[in-house]
């Protein structure tokens, strides 16, 4: 019983990383219908620029504060000078484009830190707070963290003039231009979010899965994952569809665990993570595209 | 296709068969190394060639044959290892292999469209490494250790060397599968495939079976990346999961957009090209390390990422389309 809760505990922890990859993927779809492959390498990239400046004597918060910061220009940046011109090109072009920069920031951080895996500290303390035996220290931090993020991005979209703006931009492009919402600054907005969002996972993760240029491949399937399942036109959607998804992962591996003991008999484990996610991505795409609380498309030819 | 651009056809195909022969005059120009190199180049021509018949030729996107690479390149090992299959009878069996798994992929892609496809295949190339190594599949795959084979013998007694025989293979191979691709292409049911491409709708009111076509197409184009996977499994004479990730599915892409899209002699173009900067950029760093004393190591995907980019931007119809407008252009001017 003990084991179940703490798989499930973990599985919240994972559930919180997934959710923000998940909502940064959907923040960028809802605004654009483009699916950026290159979101968890630019989160990796970010978590690399945060162990730069804690390598040069910054305390944890500040460099995770500039590392936000520095992300969210990237994202902008990227939106401006690569995407924007390519406004009207076919979805292929897009798709390339995305690849492309996936293969940049992954091999330019293999250029400038290695390809060494490196050990990332943890911000919170030892034993202060957890629940000891179930949940960890900074599992615990993490969802904690990642709950404080989604908060303040849902009171910055929900309270704030410039996020009705953003969702105005979204929703419907020209009506918006109509009453002097400059659309494509929102997109621009919209990347550095997703980028600010993407870094905050790619800290969070790091101690858990080291660092290291490939060590957001796997969580970013797990976020297309959790996107989709959640239905990716849908924000709030795919943060549940994350804690979903995280559980679920811990779950299957915990059942073929049991399953393992009791019969001998091998089924699936940890090795089985991404085939699993595989198996999500593929069955909720082609059984219900719309996710649990997305909106069904209907297209008039 | 033009009795012109056949004569260029038939003169590279006797160019490339007389190259080997010139070893002993130009010891150092074609070398044992250099043919070897071609020959991955042949493989990756066919690769980029089955990603283009399916992305270029009938508009599915994939970012997953990776996938189909391994599985053509564990069909041949496996058959070679386990059951003493000669390594030229593991071609057609690769190609029946892939045919069959990029035919099954093909059914659930057909409800999906452009970024959603290419979400899929994209989640297909990060998940097979950990498909080979599944613990069930072990005693076949050998795991995380791979696969260790043989290099194919000399036949019949030729007075050629190992890789000058596996460059002939690799080239003959290639030749039937590019006349292949050439006459599908030319008929009727090539006709419909660039048909549901182009106008998915019109396609389908003509009266041609769109699900059958974009099935067919996916797994022919499956067999033709699994063919190459078999022949790298034979010309390496290793096989292990690592090599088959995500980036591997990355070059094919970077072949299909620097060669070409929906273009013959843009596939063979990509598959020389991608092959040209892997194995040029370990060089480079060497440059950069040691006589620009840069503490910088250059990857081939660092060039792989900014072309792929450039290219959108410059060239989007690749290196051949860039080509045939240069040659338009030229005789434009002349007439």
Redesign the interface.
């Known amino acids: 019983m003990e084991q179940l809760l703490q798989q499930f505990a973990s599985g919240l922890a994972n559930g919180a990383i997934y959710a923000c990859v998940a909502l940064a993927l959907v923040m960028i779809y809802v605004s654009t219908d483009h699916i950026n492959f290159a979101q968890g390498e630019m989160a990796m990239f970010s978590t690399y620029i945060s162990w730069q400046l804690m390598s040069w004597g910054m305390s944890f918060w500040i460099a995770f504060i500039l590392t936000v910061i520095i992300s969210f220009a990237m994202g902008v940046l990227i939106e401006r000078l690569i995407l924007r011109p390519l406004h009207n090109a076919p979805v292929l072009s897009i798709i390339v484009v995305f690849i492309g920069l996936l293969a940049i920031f992954n091999s330019m951080a293999g250029a400038f830190w290695s390809y060494l895996i490196k050990e990332f500290p943890s911000p919170f303390p030892k034993a202060d707070f957890g629940i000891a035996g179930v949940i960890g220290p900074h599992q615990l931090g993490v969802v904690l963290v990642t709950l404080i993020v989604l908060g303040l991005l849902f009171a910055f979209f929900r309270y704030t003039p410039l996020g009705l703006a953003m969702r105005a931009a979204a929703q419907n492009p020209q009506m918006a231009r109509l009453v002097g919402v400059r659309v494509d600054w929102m997109l621009a907005l919209g990347w550095g979010l997703a980028a600010s969002v993407g870094a905050v996972a790619g800290i969070m993760v790091a101690h858990i899965v080291y660092l290291e240029p490939n060590m957001m491949g796997g969580i970013l399937l797990y976020a297309f994952a959790s996107a989709l399942v959640g239905g990716i036109s849908n924000p709030a959607g795919a943060v549940a569809g994350g804690f979903i998804v995280g559980i679920l992962e811990n779950m299957v591996a915990y059942a073929g665990n049991q399953i393992e003991k009791a019969t001998g008999v091998y089924i699936i484990g940890n090795g089985e993570k991404l085939t699993v996610a595989l198996i999500i991505v593929i069955f909720v795409l082609t059984v219900k595209p719309a996710g649990l609380f997305g909106r069904v498309v209907v297209r008039r030819v | 296709m033009a009795a012109s651009s056949k004569k260029w056809v038939l003169g590279a195909i006797v160019f490339a068969v007389l190259v080997p022969l010139l070893q002993p005059v130009f010891p150092d120009v074609v070398s044992n190394y250099r043919l070897f190199l071609v020959s991955t180049m042949i493989i990756a021509a066919i690769a980029v060639l089955g990603l283009n018949l399916l992305?270029g030729f009938n508009g599915q996107?994939s970012?997953g044959h990776g996938a189909f690479y391994a599985v053509g390149a564990y069909t041949a090992a496996i058959l070679m290892d386990k059951l003493n299959v000669p390594y030229w009878a593991t071609i057609p069996a690769a190609a029946i292999v892939c045919f069959i798994v990029g035919y099954l992929f093909g059914l659930?892609a057909l409800?999906?469209e452009?970024?959603?496809l290419?979400?899929?295949t994209?989640?297909?190339a990060?998940?097979v490494p950990?498909?080979l190594?599944?613990?069930?599949l072990e005693g076949l795959t050998g795991g995380v250790q791979g696969i260790v084979l043989m290099k194919p013998e000399v036949p019949f007694g030729l007075p050629l060397s190992e890789d000058q025989w596996l460059y002939y293979f690799c080239l003959l191979v290639m030749i039937v599968l590019f006349w292949g691709a050439a006459n599908m292409l030319n008929s009727r049911s090539g006709r419909a495939m660039m048909a549901i491409r182009d106008q998915y709708?019109a396609a389908d009111t003509m009266g041609i079976d769109t699900a059958l076509y974009k099935t067919v197409t996916f797994g022919i184009s499956a067999a033709y990346t699994g063919i190459a996977g078999a022949l790298s499994a034979s010309a390496i004479a290793f096989v292990a999961p690592d090599s088959f990730g995500?980036?591997l599915s990355?070059k094919f892409?970077i072949g299909l957009?620097v060669g070409g899209?929906g273009s013959l002699l843009g596939s063979v173009l990509g598959g020389i090209f991608y092959v040209l900067v892997d194995n040029s950029a370990q060089s480079l760093t060497q440059f950069i390390r040691n006589d620009l004393g840069l503490p910088?190591?250059?990857?081939?995907?660092?060039v792989?990422?900014?072309?792929?980019?450039a290219?959108?931007?410059l060239m989007?119809m690749g290196i051949a389309g860039g080509l045939y407008m240069a040659y338009r252009k030229l005789r434009g001017a002349r007439a």
């Open positions: 992305t996107f970012l659930p409800k999906l452009g970024h959603y290419a979400l899929a994209f989640a297909l990060l998940a950990q498909i190594k599944y613990k069930w709708l995500i980036f990355i892409l957009v899209i910088f190591d250059l990857s081939a995907y660092t792989f990422g900014v072309l792929l980019i290219i959108i931007y989007p």
